[in-house]
């Protein structure tokens, strides 16, 4: 059971945490929360928006300011598992030549999968046991890694030429779906200023600890959740399946498949964790409207008359986000 | 109020209110079938022993099915949850007494159980608002509550529409049953009371009379006990009813005559009553002969007046022959469609009035006293009895002739409007059945035979039913 105090550090940390990023991304709230989020949440986070927004600043920042390990890895049709997970490679010591395991750039607490999209499905699917298990296989060894790990990938929504999509298995592993959006002119300006004026950007000082991160994820699974909104959660996931009785038309007309319960549990530990950011000790109903879109987003797969007519998965949600009441 | 009073309290209102919905639910189905049920029984039903049961199921099985239902809800697990985040939204909780009903569940010493329990309770009083009874379970208490009175209503006081038929009918049929047989008698009070006044009277205590009345009573007071209750309002009825007054006005006068005749006694106080009551209704000559009989000074003069009063009464008898047709031209004028229904009506009042003059009257049968008046006034009478036992007469030269091959050829001594003799809707020659000497019944007809007649003219099943109920009214039960 954790304590008042417990809460009060955690908070206090990821504040602290918060404020560091901000120091180096302009604007993007909800992109950097959507990542601290991933963080207290042990899970993942798509970032999906053009090149140059800063999507690797941010997580070079986050990282700095927790003090962890981080790597990046660029993504390209030619990469192969091996290049991310590692491999074994024979090494001569004491005049016995044996294998010895190379990690690969999967071993870090922080690992930016940037456009992810245009690796092959067989390499990015190298990443599903380190997503999910945080574990990696390589042979008969199966190595541990080490938390907090947070995997932060990026793709480009735009050229789609010479991309992979992700497989449904690897995109259901995400735990929320930002997309980083342009910066207004006041935001840009800013950029501008603070990339081209004195030493440039500097990433942030360590401002809190990995057993900070893991002590705070211990106070989010604790903030209780009403049954009502639970309940409330389950049906607006419902809603997105076009054979549910709660389901809106548009839903009906344009999805093929709705989210799946990892869904669900995606958009409830988030709201946890959006109400722990917020101060709350409880899960409130506008912290499930926060996170519903980013939980949902990308486990919705559209027919081919949603593909075609160019529907917003966005826009189907906030449909379902509608049309669900809560009582 | 603490937070655990405070969930207790809305988990009991909770549970009543969702008792309360399905009772509504209870109440309004049965109460609607007992409302359906109640406008048949309103409708088709005349006993009041029916009605009264089902007015007394309109008001028990409602009354207990809501109960049931609202029993079986109370004891049914309410859905709390979705209350107290009720309540949280009403009262702008942000999900806090929902979470803090969680956290009591799981963590109840925590400081988030405090922090919470903090919060609400400066709000928790008023939790009673976002707990109202639900607009549709009023609405459900109110149809069902509508729909148990509007059956009790009509189970119990609406009358079924054949009793309460349009009364100008009745009475312009009455009237003509009391010109056609030449007297003016005021009719039976009891029978212008059922007929008559029941639909007209709009008074609270006369309409709850009139709803107790019915038809069998009706019929009673019209003397047809057992006849159906569809003839209630029937014509033939009433006509024989008319015939019974004359009748008895004839046995009068016969018996004054035969008293006074041989006697030369005086007349009773009772008799004096009767003539005059007679003579206001009746025409001009009678009246005159009856106030030359009550003011005979003597018993020769009394006689003699008694002989001109049974003189005058021959005189208008023998010009009504023709009066059964004009109530049966009554018919005819309110029902136009059903003329032909009419016609064969006619043809059987013919046949009644026939059998009357020839000496075959089976609803007045066993009336000595018309026997004898009927003697009296038929010279005709012991001629075509006489016929009887001589050949067949062609209906054109004696009309009431029986042949001795026991058939006689009728003719019917009127006419119908400008459609001329009865005779030509009569099939002539068919034979009839006759008593054997020594029986006490007369020519016995059955429905059956007169079905085929009633069918040969195609007539509609509301005008085959109508000769039905006439034929059964002068026959007495059906033959």
Same mark, same amino acid.
């Given at each position: 059971?954790?304590?008042?105090?417990?809460?009060?550090?955690?908070?206090?940390?990821?504040?602290?945490?918060?404020?560091?990023?901000?120091?180096?991304?302009?604007?993007?709230?909800?992109?950097?929360?959507?990542?601290?989020?991933?963080?207290?949440?042990?899970?993942?986070?798509?970032?999906?928006?053009?090149?140059?927004?800063?999507?690797?600043?941010?997580?070079?920042?986050?990282?700095?300011?927790?003090?962890?390990?981080?790597?990046?890895?660029?993504?390209?049709?030619?990469?192969?598992?091996?290049?991310?997970?590692?491999?074994?490679?024979?090494?001569?010591?004491?005049?016995?030549?044996?294998?010895?395991?190379?990690?690969?750039?999967?071993?870090?607490?922080?690992?930016?999968? @940037?456009?992810?999209?245009?690796?092959?499905?067989?390499?990015?699917?190298?990443?599903?046991?380190?997503?999910?298990?945080?574990?990696?296989?390589?042979?008969?060894?199966?190595?541990?890694?080490?938390?907090?790990?947070?995997?932060?990938?990026?793709?480009?929504?735009?050229?789609?030429?010479?991309?992979?999509?992700?497989?449904?298995?690897?995109?259901?592993?995400?735990?929320?779906?930002?997309?980083?959006?342009?910066?207004?002119?006041?935001?840009?300006?800013?950029?501008?200023?603070?990339?081209?004026?004195?030493?440039?950007?500097?990433?942030?000082?360590?401002?809190?600890?990995?057993?900070?991160?893991?002590?705070?994820?211990?106070?989010?699974?604790?903030?209780?959740?009403?049954?009502?909104?639970? @309940?409330?959660?389950?049906?607006?996931?419902?809603?997105?399946?076009?054979?549910?009785?709660?389901?809106?038309?548009?839903?009906?007309?344009?999805?093929?498949?709705?989210?799946?319960?990892?869904?669900?549990?995606?958009?409830?530990?988030?709201?946890?964790?959006?109400?722990?950011?917020?101060?709350?000790?409880?899960?409130?109903?506008? @912290?499930?409207?926060?996170?519903?879109?980013?939980?949902?987003?990308?486990?919705?797969?559209?027919?081919?008359?949603?593909?075609?007519?160019?529907?917003?998965?966005?826009?189907?949600?906030? @449909?379902?986000?509608?049309?669900?009441?809560?009582? | 109020?603490?937070?655990?009073?405070?969930?207790?309290?809305?988990?009991?209102?909770?549970?009543?209110?969702?008792?309360?919905?399905?009772?509504?639910?209870?109440?309004?189905?049965?109460?609607?079938?007992?409302?359906?049920?109640?406008?048949?029984?309103?409708?088709?039903?005349?006993?009041?022993?029916?009605?009264?049961?089902?007015?007394?199921?309109?008001?028990?099985?409602?009354?207990?099915?809501?109960?049931?239902?609202?029993?079986?809800?109370?004891?049914?697990?309410?859905?709390?949850?979705?209350?107290?985040?009720?309540?949280?939204?009403?009262?702008?909780?942000?999900?806090?007494?929902?979470?803090?009903?969680?956290?009591?569940?799981?963590?109840?010493?925590?400081?988030?159980?405090?922090?919470?329990?903090?919060?609400?309770?400066?709000?928790?009083?008023?939790?009673?608002?976002?707990?109202?009874?639900?607009?549709?379970?009023?609405?459900?208490?109110?149809? #069902?509550?509508?729909?148990?009175?509007?059956?009790?209503?009509?189970?119990?006081?609406?009358?079924?529409?054949?009793?309460?038929?349009?009364?100008?009918?009745?009475?312009?049929?009455? #009237?003509?049953?009391?010109?056609?047989?030449?007297?003016?008698?005021?009719?039976?009070?009891?029978?212008?009371?059922?007929?008559?006044?029941?639909?007209?009277?709009?008074?609270?205590?006369?309409?709850?009379?009139?709803?107790?009345?019915?038809?069998?009573?009706?019929?009673?007071?019209?003397?047809?006990?057992?006849?159906?209750?569809?003839?209630?309002?029937?014509?033939?009825?009433?006509?024989?009813?008319?015939?019974?007054?004359?009748?008895?006005?004839?046995?009068?006068?016969?018996?004054?005559?035969?008293?006074?005749?041989?006697?030369?006694?005086?007349?009773?106080?009772?008799?004096?009553?009767?003539?005059?009551?007679?003579?206001?209704?009746?025409?001009?000559?009678?009246?005159?002969?009856?106030?030359?009989?009550?003011?005979?000074?003597?018993?020769?003069?009394?006689?003699?007046?008694?002989?001109?009063?049974?003189?005058?009464?021959?005189?208008?008898?023998?010009?009504?022959?023709?009066?059964?047709?004009?109530?049966?031209?009554?018919?005819?004028?309110?029902?136009?469609?059903?003329?032909?229904?009419?016609?064969?009506?006619?043809?059987?009042?013919?046949?009644?009035?026939?059998?009357?003059?020839?000496?075959?009257?089976?609803?007045?049968?066993?009336?000595?006293?018309?026997?004898?008046?009927?003697?009296?006034?038929?010279?005709?009478?012991?001629?075509?009895?006489?016929?009887?036992?001589?050949?067949?007469?062609?209906?054109?030269?004696?009309? #009431?002739?029986?042949?001795?091959?026991?058939?006689?050829?009728?003719?019917?001594?009127?006419?119908?409007?400008?459609?001329?003799?009865?005779?030509?809707?009569?099939?002539?020659?068919?034979?009839?059945?006759?008593?054997?000497?020594?029986?006490?019944?007369?020519?016995?007809?059955?429905?059956?035979?007169?079905?085929?007649?009633?069918?040969?003219?195609?007539?509609?099943?509301?005008?085959?039913?109508?000769?039905?109920?006439?034929?059964?009214?002068?026959?007495?039960?059906?033959?």
């Amino acid at each position: 059971m954790i304590t008042e105090r417990d809460l009060e550090t955690a908070y206090v940390a990821f504040n602290r945490l918060r404020e560091a990023v901000e120091t180096v991304i302009v604007g993007h709230e909800k992109v950097v929360r959507a990542a601290l989020i991933a963080l207290l949440c042990r899970g993942n986070v798509l970032l999906e928006g053009v090149p140059g927004l800063g999507k690797t600043l941010l997580v070079r920042a986050l990282a700095g300011a927790l003090g962890l390990e981080f790597s990046r890895i660029q993504f390209t049709p030619d990469l192969m598992p091996a290049d991310i997970i590692g491999t074994d490679i024979i090494t001569e010591e004491d005049g016995h030549r044996r294998f010895a395991f190379s990690r690969g750039p999967v071993f870090a607490n922080v690992v930016l999968a @940037d456009e992810i999209n245009r690796a092959t499905p067989k390499t990015q699917s190298a990443l599903l046991e380190a997503m999910e298990e945080r574990t990696v296989t390589v042979g008969a060894h199966t190595y541990a890694l080490d938390e907090p790990y947070v995997v932060l990938a990026t793709q480009n929504p735009i050229e789609m030429e010479g991309t992979y999509p992700l497989p449904e298995a690897q995109v259901d592993r995400f735990l929320l779906k930002a997309t980083v959006a342009y910066p207004t002119l006041e935001e840009l300006a800013d950029i501008a200023t603070r990339t081209t004026e004195g030493s440039g950007i500097r990433l942030p000082e360590p401002v809190a600890s990995a057993e900070d991160v893991l002590k705070a994820r211990d106070v989010v699974r604790e903030i209780p959740i009403a049954e009502g909104l639970r @309940d409330y959660v389950a049906r607006l996931v419902l809603a997105t399946h076009p054979g549910s009785a709660h389901a809106p038309a548009k839903v009906r007309e344009f999805v093929e498949y709705g989210a799946s319960p990892r869904g669900a549990i995606a958009a409830i530990l988030a709201a946890k964790a959006h109400a722990f950011l917020a101060g709350e000790v409880n899960v409130r109903p506008s @912290d499930i409207e926060e996170v519903f879109i980013p939980a949902l987003a990308h486990r919705i797969i559209l027919n081919f008359r949603g593909e075609a007519e160019g529907i917003r998965v966005g826009e189907l949600l906030s @449909d379902v986000w509608e049309n669900v009441p809560a009582l | 109020m603490t937070y655990r009073e405070t969930v207790a309290a809305i988990e009991r209102r909770v549970r009543r209110l969702s008792a309360a919905a399905t009772a509504g639910v209870a109440l309004l189905i049965p109460a609607a079938a007992a409302a359906v049920a109640a406008v048949a029984v309103a409708l088709f039903t005349v006993s009041s022993t029916a009605r009264l049961s089902v007015a007394l199921a309109a008001l028990g099985i409602p009354s207990v099915a809501a109960v049931l239902g609202f029993a079986f809800r109370m004891r049914r697990p309410s859905r709390l949850a979705q209350a107290l985040l009720r309540v949280d939204v009403s009262l702008g909780l942000d999900a806090r007494l929902s979470s803090l009903h969680e956290v009591a569940k799981t963590a109840p010493d925590s400081f988030i159980f405090r922090r919470l329990e903090a919060d609400v309770s400066l709000r928790l009083d008023q939790w009673r608002k976002a707990l109202p009874v639900s607009a549709r379970t009023v609405a459900t208490y109110a149809t #069902g509550a509508t729909c148990v009175v509007l059956a009790v209503v009509l189970s119990t006081l609406l009358q079924p529409p054949h009793t309460t038929a349009d009364p100008t009918d009745r009475e312009s049929i009455a #009237g003509e049953v009391r010109g056609a047989d030449g007297h003016d008698e005021p009719t039976n009070p009891s029978v212008d009371g059922a007929i008559g006044d029941a639909p007209t009277t709009t008074g609270a205590d006369d309409a709850a009379d009139e709803a107790e009345r019915r038809i069998d009573d009706v019929l009673a007071d019209l003397g047809l006990e057992g006849a159906p209750a569809d003839g209630g309002g029937d014509p033939g009825a009433v006509e024989l009813g008319a015939r019974d007054d004359a009748a008895t006005f004839d046995a009068l006068i016969a018996s004054l005559h035969e008293r006074l005749g041989a006697s030369g006694a005086k007349l009773t106080i009772d008799e004096q009553n009767a003539l005059r009551e007679a003579a206001t209704d009746a025409p001009a000559p009678v009246r005159q002969a009856i106030e030359d009989v009550l003011s005979a000074s003597s018993d020769a003069e009394r006689r003699e007046a008694l002989e001109t009063l049974v003189a005058s009464v021959e005189t208008p008898r023998d010009a009504s022959q023709d009066e059964p047709v004009a109530s049966s031209r009554v018919s005819t004028e309110q029902e136009p469609d059903d003329e032909a229904a009419t016609i064969a009506g006619d043809q059987l009042l013919a046949g009644l009035e026939e059998e009357s003059a020839g000496g075959i009257p089976p609803a007045l049968e066993g009336d000595a006293a018309e026997d004898a008046t009927r003697e009296a006034r038929t010279p005709g009478s012991e001629d075509a009895e006489a016929g009887d036992e001589g050949p067949p007469v062609p209906a054109e030269e004696d009309s #009431g002739e029986r042949a001795p091959g026991s058939y006689v050829l009728e003719r019917t001594p009127t006419a119908i409007g400008d459609d001329g003799e009865v005779k030509s809707y009569l099939t002539t020659g068919v034979p009839l059945e006759f008593a054997e000497e020594g029986t006490a019944t007369s020519a016995r007809v059955s429905y059956e035979q007169i079905e085929s007649i009633v069918a040969m003219r195609e007539l509609s099943p509301e005008a085959a039913l109508i000769v039905r109920t006439y034929f059964e009214a002068i026959t007495e039960g059906g033959s």
